[in-house]
C-alpha cells in the first residue's frame, strides 16, 4: 500500500464507449501524473498536474482526457480509444516543494481496448 | 535535457548471484537519484534513493552509491533471490522546479531462477 489508489484495476473497453479511470491520494501532496506503461516500451509521462493545474501534456491524443478537481483526485477520461491504447495506466504523486522528494504509484490500471 | 541510460535487459541468474544493474544520467545542476521496482501486475515501488554526492541508499539488501565523478547510480546486490525476480528502474530528479516529473529509465528485467 503506497497511498496512492487507483480504480478499477482492470477494465476492457470497446472502441466506441466512454470510461474513465480514478486516482486518489491523502499522501498531501500537490503534484499528480499519469503515465502509460504498454509492453516492451519505455514509461511514457502523459500529463502532469500541480496544484490542480496542468502543467504538461506530453503530445497525448484528444481521446485522453484529464481531469483533476482537487490536489487529492485525478481522473482520466477515455473515448473512442483503439486497440494500441491497451497498457497498463499509472497514477503517480510528489509534493510539489521538495524537488529531492520520490514519487509514490498506484498498482495502476489494465486497460484493454477491443 | 535530462537523461538515464539502463543496461538493456533482460537479466538472468541463479539464485545466490550477485547482480548489477547499471545506471548512468546527464542532468544539471544536483539531480536526487532513486531505484524502483516493479513486481508483475503491480506499480512501480521505490526500492532506495540518494540525494547527494557520495550518498549510498539501500533497502532490502540491495544498494546504490550516488557517484557524480562518473554521473552514476548502478544497483547491487550480493545475493539475489527468487524473490528478486521484478523489473528495475533507475530514474532522477532536477533540482531546478519542484512538481516535475521524475525521469526514468527504459526499465531492466531481472529473472532470478533457483
Known amino acids: 500500500e503506497t497511498g496512492v489508489t487507483q480504480t478499477p484495476r482492470h477494465l476492457v473497453m470497446g472502441m466506441t464507449n466512454k470510461k474513465s479511470l480514478k486516482c486518489e491520494q491523502h499522501?498531501?501532496?500537490?503534484?499528480m501524473y499519469w503515465y502509460k506503461q504498454s509492453a516492451k516500451k519505455p514509461l511514457e509521462l502523459m500529463f502532469v498536474?500541480?496544484?490542480?493545474?496542468?502543467?504538461e501534456n506530453n503530445s497525448v491524443p484528444s481521446r485522453f482526457s484529464p481531469e483533476c478537481p482537487n490536489s487529492s483526485h485525478l481522473f482520466l477520461h477515455l473515448h473512442t480509444l483503439q486497440p494500441e491504447d491497451s497498457a497498463l495506466y499509472l497514477c503517480?504523486?510528489?509534493?510539489?516543494?521538495?524537488?529531492?522528494?520520490?514519487?509514490?504509484f498506484g498498482q495502476g490500471t489494465r486497460l484493454t481496448v477491443v | 535535457g535530462n537523461s538515464v541510460t539502463q543496461m538493456e535487459g533482460p537479466v538472468t541468474l541463479s539464485e545466490e548471484a550477485f547482480l548489477t544493474i547499471n545506471c548512468t544520467y546527464t542532468?544539471?545542476?544536483?539531480?536526487?537519484l532513486f531505484w524502483y521496482v516493479q513486481y508483475p501486475g503491480e506499480g512501480l515501488q521505490l526500492l532506495l534513493k540518494?540525494?547527494?554526492?557520495?550518498d549510498k541508499g539501500s533497502n532490502k539488501g540491495f544498494e546504490a552509491t550516488y557517484r557524480k565523478e562518473t554521473t552514476s547510480f548502478h544497483l547491487e546486490k550480493g545475493s539475489v533471490q527468487v524473490s528478486d525476480s521484478a523489473v528495475y528502474f533507475c530514474?532522477?530528479?532536477?533540482?531546478?522546479?519542484?512538481?516535475?516529473?521524475?525521469?526514468f529509465g527504459k526499465g531492466t528485467t531481472l529473472s532470478v531462477s533457483s
Open positions: 503517480a504523486s510528489r509534493p510539489s516543494y521538495s524537488p529531492v522528494a520520490e514519487a509514490f
Open positions: 499522501l498531501g501532496h500537490n503534484a
Open positions: 498536474y500541480n496544484f490542480k493545474e496542468q502543467t
Open positions: 542532468a544539471t545542476g544536483y539531480p536526487s
Open positions: 540518494a540525494t547527494k554526492a557520495d
Open positions: 530514474a532522477l530528479s532536477g533540482n531546478s522546479q519542484a512538481g516535475t516529473a521524475l525521469i
